[in-house]
């Protein structure tokens, strides 16, 4: 029997023993295979399959490198590896795994962009990057979560691209309706965007959903006193103050609106109680 019979002859004897419970002797004969044949494939998968099982992952990261260094244009194993390198939170390792998988082969799953825009957003590393795999994501399949467009959203935000921005989070909206950060946030890029009449509908959605919602009583104060609308506004604010009696940063604002007024020593006692 020369080594290649040998080598698929322990190979089969893994199977075997893995299809009758013992994984410890499977893994045993897989890897006498490999010692044989240190280029046979098989068992090497094999045994990542059982590692990852057994959350074993730096074995398994050693399968898989192993794979990749007999099949350097195989995407499959390097996107195994970043999942792998996730698990271990190397995040910058699994990035650079899925980054390697799609210059090898663009045409890969939905999932495999989405993994690596979310590493990315989580990492805060190359913005342009994660939002351009976010879109290549739902192209491919606009079937994920509400907190995904959500983050994607949130990161379109920082590039000041809004209009883009309140469509992901109406996406998100439509996915969950009962999120209350999900109508601040499209508040939020609705104001940015000088949508006011919008986004005062999202900030009394989120009171709605939510009705002692700090954030949405003082973001709707806010558009009411960009409107010039001071009774409303400072309606809204006595409802902060209410929930949140030491908030400074409201005095400042009504403050602001009694000064408008001409009610200046009114104005004079808030701007001291938000200094205190």
């Given at each position: 029997m020369n080594k290649k019979e040998q080598a698929q002859a322990n190979f089969k004897q893994g199977n075997e023993l893995y299809q009758q419970g013992n994984i410890h002797g499977s893994i045993d004969r897989y890897q006498e295979a490999i010692k044989i044949k240190s280029d046979y494939a098989q068992p090497l998968i094999k045994l990542a399959q059982i590692f990852e099982a057994q959350e074993n992952w730096a074995e398994a990261v050693k399968c898989y490198q192993r794979l990749i260094g007999l099949y350097p244009e195989n995407d499959?194993?390097?996107?195994?590896?970043?999942?792998?390198?996730?698990?271990?939170?190397?995040?910058?390792?699994?990035?650079?795994?899925?980054?390697?998988?799609?210059?090898?082969?663009?045409?890969?799953?939905?999932?495999?962009?989405?993994?690596?825009?979310?590493?990315?957003?989580?990492?805060?590393?190359?913005?342009?990057?994660?939002?351009?795999?976010?879109?290549?994501?739902?192209?491919?399949?606009p079937d994920f979560s509400a907190s995904f467009y959500n983050r994607f959203a949130d990161a379109l935000i920082e590039k000041e691209r809004y209009d883009e921005a309140i469509q992901y989070y109406q996406k998100a909206i439509e996915l969950n309706p009962d999120v209350v950060k999900f109508y601040l946030s499209?508040?939020?890029?609705?104001?940015?965007?000088?949508?006011?009449?919008?986004?005062?509908?999202?900030?009394?959605?989120?009171?709605?959903?939510?009705?002692?919602?700090?954030?949405?009583?003082?973001n709707l104060g806010e558009v009411f006193q960009h409107q010039q609308q001071a009774e409303k506004a400072?309606?809204?604010?006595?409802?902060?103050?209410?929930?949140?009696?030491?908030?400074?940063?409201?005095?400042?604002?009504?403050?602001?609106?009694l000064k408008q007024q001409g009610r200046e020593n009114e104005a004079q006692q808030c701007y001291v109680k938000a200094a205190q």
């Open positions: 499959r194993f390097y996107i195994k590896l970043a999942r792998v390198f996730t698990q271990q939170n190397k995040i910058h390792g699994a990035i650079y795994a899925y980054q390697t998988a799609i210059e090898l082969n663009a045409a890969v799953s939905a999932v495999v962009y989405k993994q690596l825009a979310e590493l990315l957003l989580r990492e805060q590393d190359d913005l342009d990057l994660a939002i351009a795999s976010c879109q290549k994501a739902v192209s491919l399949n499209l508040g939020s890029a609705l104001t940015k965007n000088k949508r006011f009449d919008e986004a005062i509908n999202c900030y009394q959605k989120a009171i709605q959903l939510k009705p002692d919602c700090v954030p949405a009583f003082k400072f309606s809204c604010y006595k409802r902060v103050l209410a929930l949140k009696p030491n908030s400074g940063y409201i005095y400042r604002r009504i403050g602001d609106i």
